[in-house]
């Protein structure tokens, strides 16, 4: 919670918990009064923790229905406002969590309608409708819970149905920018074929002067012994063979040079947006982050530290399950860098494994994650890697939720480019 | 008087030609007596010079310097003219090509990488009348490039179409006996059995001894 703070990824929920609460406070306050808008509070403070902390969110939510209750009051304007909370969740928060919060709305939906429609306390005429018997207390009971019921049910389905096209919607712009960077691609293999094609022919006509250096000066050596004008009319032909195949050379050289200019450049951290499109496709929900004030570094390093990232998440895609979020941190400061990348993939599981979550087996993997070190090819090589500016890579197990790794860059900056 | 080598230079690019004329115009022995730069050209034209060696360069005009061997034996073999042997020649030598080389109707290659003291003795070997296969070598290529004892059929069934002469010098090679006591070992004068290995060659399709001999290879008969 503490990074959650650090990183201010909070102020939107602040934002939106704030118009909630005030504006639909207010509301409750002019209709019914001080401890309406008590009640009004609670339920505006659960929009504050909905996305980061559902769970807090939830209890938010109940907290706010039974101070309804507690407080005396009728239902209120933000106990409505949930509805809007359920679509929020609904469409950017776990299903399991919206469904928790779908449940919690409900519940607190129903008790208010029964509280409402029942508790005697309250005045006889509930918002104008006059109750006069038992039946009259169960229309309104009925009424209000098939309301309450139908709006929360609507909301979280329009909340899906809007997941669904915001995915979709991001699925196909992320396909487009995916098919664009293939056509560049293929562009610059042809280009480079096309290269290739040329290169090969002048060093076909460089080995071909060669050639006939060596056999003219083999044939000269031994002719020049029976005949000493050979001599001097030979170097004269190996002098115009040479000039011949230096001129090759000189092609050669410049082709390959400018090809190294045109050909795909090697990836960067750029590219990392790129990498991430690409997980997203393959089902892990990924993000890059960059915190502090980034700066350029030379390609080599950049290279470097996008093939870390790289083999990071390679590994992820090779233990951890299927639809686990990956976050790549690069968290930059006055002279160094941290690169985390983190998984949930113990969390997410595969639901064929089954998660052992007993109190023996979380303790034995919170001690493995202490005392054993994790090693293998892939984690020498991003150490070595790292070595070559100065870096070192270390990776842990985070007992329940996943894997993180962290490369770490303290003197960064000795690479830091202009461009 | 040492009997002289009939010499022709089979190359596409001047310079590298001349190069080999002056190496090889220094040897007493040999006859530098033809000289070309079209492989398509050499195949109609070679004949007529009556050639002991011929010294191709893979990069010719026209025709690749394996394809104008293959031309030029396809089309002459057979007959009754002499026929000269061919040694390849190219920048770089490798079994492949070797190969390659004693496939296509060639007795060897010569490479750049060789010494001119090591083309010299090439051609002065290949100018031999008797063309002597150096097993050792081929067995050497053979493996380097996967070729199997009995890996191809082919031959095999052909063999057995050979006439009884020919049947018992092909035994007497399938049990190793040296070339010489062929001819102790079967009965048969040392002609009969040079005849015999001809007529399986022409039987075979065959243009070299080099190239019987991976026949027999490929056939089982050999280094089973």
């Given at each position: ?6 990183t201010r990824?909070?102020?939107p ?5 704030a118009?909630?609460a005030l ?10 009064g001080r ?5 009004s ?10 996305r980061?902390?559902?769970y807090?969110?939830?209890?938010f939510v ?6 309804t209750?507690?407080?005396a ?5 933000a106990?409505?406002g949930?509805a ?14 919206s469904?928790g919060l779908?449940?919690a709305?409900?519940v607190?939906?129903?008790v208010l309608?029964h509280?409402a429609?029942y ?5 006889t005429?509930f918002?104008g409708?006059s ?10 009971f ?6 309450i019921?139908g ?13 669904e096209f ?5 699925a ?9 960077h293939?056509?560049r691609?293929?562009?610059e293999?042809a ?8 290169a090969?022919?002048?060093?076909d006509?460089v080995?071909e002067?060669v050639s006939?250096?060596?056999?003219l000066?083999?044939?000269a050596?031994?002719?020049a012994?029976i005949?000493?004008?050979?001599a ?6 190996l ?5 011949e195949?230096q001129?090759?050379i000189r ?5 390959l040079?400018r090809?190294?200019q ?9 590219d990392l947006?790129l990498?991430?499109?690409q997980l ?6 990924t993000?890059v982050n960059?915190?502090g004030?980034?700066?350029?570094l ?22 951890a ?8 941190d ?5 002279n160094?860098?941290?690169v985390?990348v983190?998984d949930?993939g ?9 998660l052992?979550d007993?109190?023996e087996s ?5 001690l493995e994650?202490l005392t054993?070190?994790?090693?293998g ?9 790292a070595?070559?500016?100065?870096g070192?890579?270390?990776?842990h ?5 996943g ?13 830091r480019t202009?461009? | 008087m040492?009997?002289?080598i ?13 190069g080999?004329?002056?190496l090889?115009?220094t ?7 033809y000289?070309?730069?079209d492989?398509a ?10 050639l002991d060696?011929v ?7 026209n ?5 104008t061997?293959q031309?030029f ?5 057979g ?10 020649t ?6 492949e090509?070797?190969?390659?080389a004693?496939?296509a109707?060639a ?5 750049e990488?060789?010494s001119?003291?090591?083309?010299i003795?090439r051609?002065r070997r290949?100018g ?5 296969v150096?097993t ?11 070729v ?5 059929q082919r031959w ?14 092909l035994?007497a ?19 009969r ?6 007529s399986m060659?022409q ?14 290879f490929e056939s089982?008969?050999?280094g089973?």
């Amino acid at each position: 919670m503490f990074r959650w703070i650090q990183t201010r990824k909070w102020l939107p929920d602040v934002f939106i918990g704030a118009i909630f609460a005030l504006g639909l406070g207010i509301a409750d306050y002019v209709i019914q009064g001080r401890n309406a808008l008590y009640a009004s509070l609670l339920f505006g403070v659960s929009f504050f923790f909905f996305r980061e902390y559902p769970y807090i969110g939830i209890g938010f939510v109940l907290l706010g229905g039974v101070a309804t209750v507690l407080l005396a009051v009728a239902p209120t304007v933000a106990g409505f406002g949930i509805a809007f909370l359920l679509l929020l969740a609904a469409a950017f928060g776990r299903r399991v969590w919206s469904l928790g919060l779908l449940a919690a709305a409900i519940v607190s939906g129903l008790v208010l309608a029964h509280y409402a429609a029942y508790q005697t306390t309250l005045s006889t005429q509930f918002f104008g409708i006059s109750i006069y018997n038992n039946s009259g207390r169960g229309w309104l009971f009925t009424f209000l819970s098939i309301g309450i019921i139908g709006v929360s049910g609507f909301a979280w389905l329009l909340g899906g149905f809007l997941m669904e096209f915001l995915a979709q919607r991001n699925a196909s712009k992320e396909r487009d920018i995916v098919q664009r960077h293939n056509l560049r691609t293929m562009l610059e293999m042809a280009e480079q074929n096309q290269r290739f094609r040329i290169a090969s022919d002048i060093n076909d006509m460089v080995l071909e002067r060669v050639s006939a250096m060596l056999t003219l000066t083999d044939g000269a050596r031994y002719a020049a012994r029976i005949d000493a004008d050979v001599a001097p009319r030979t170097l004269d032909r190996l002098a115009e063979l040479i000039r011949e195949a230096q001129g090759e050379i000189r092609r050669l050289y410049d082709m390959l040079n400018r090809s190294v200019q045109v050909a795909a450049a090697p990836p960067n951290l750029n590219d990392l947006e790129l990498l991430a499109v690409q997980l997203r496709q393959d089902g892990y929900n990924t993000t890059v982050n960059h915190q502090g004030q980034r700066f350029a570094l030379i390609p080599s390093a950049e290279l470097a530290l996008y093939r870390i990232v790289f083999d990071a998440v390679e590994n992820v895609k090779q233990h951890a399950a299927l639809g686990c979020d990956i976050d790549i941190d690069l968290i930059w400061s006055e002279n160094g860098l941290q690169v985390l990348v983190k998984d949930n993939g113990i969390q997410a599981g595969s639901p064929a494994e089954g998660l052992d979550d007993s109190a023996e087996s979380l303790i034995r993997a919170d001690l493995e994650s202490l005392t054993q070190e994790v090693d293998g090819p892939g984690i020498r090589g991003m150490r070595e890697r790292a070595a070559l500016f100065q870096g070192s890579v270390e990776a842990h197990t985070v007992p329940g939720i996943g894997f993180t790794l962290n490369a770490i860059f303290p003197s960064i900056d000795h690479y830091r480019t202009a461009s | 008087m040492a009997s002289r080598i009939r010499v022709g230079l089979l190359f596409g690019n001047r310079q590298i030609r001349e190069g080999r004329r002056l190496l090889l115009g220094t040897q007493p022995d040999f006859d530098l007596v033809y000289e070309g730069s079209d492989g398509a050209l050499a195949v109609d034209e070679l004949l007529g010079y009556n050639l002991d060696v011929v010294l191709v360069d893979n990069r010719l005009q026209n025709l690749s310097g394996l394809q104008t061997i293959q031309r030029f034996l396809r089309r002459h073999s057979g007959g009754r003219s002499h026929l000269p042997a061919f040694v390849l020649t190219g920048p770089f030598g490798s079994p492949e090509m070797e190969l390659q080389a004693i496939r296509a109707g060639a007795i060897g290659t010569v490479t750049e990488e060789d010494s001119a003291q090591a083309v010299i003795d090439r051609v002065r070997r290949a100018g031999d009348s008797r063309e002597v296969v150096d097993t050792g070598l081929v067995n050497q290529i053979l493996a380097n490039q996967g070729v199997l004892a009995g890996s191809n059929q082919r031959w095999l069934l052909r063999l057995t179409e050979l006439p009884a002469d020919e049947q018992r010098v092909l035994v007497a090679i399938g049990e190793c006996i040296p070339f010489e006591e062929i001819s102790n070992s079967t009965g048969l004068s040392i002609k009969r059995v040079n005849e015999s290995l001809n007529s399986m060659q022409q039987r075979l399709g065959l243009a070299t001894r080099h190239q019987l001999y991976v026949a027999l290879f490929e056939s089982g008969v050999l280094g089973s």
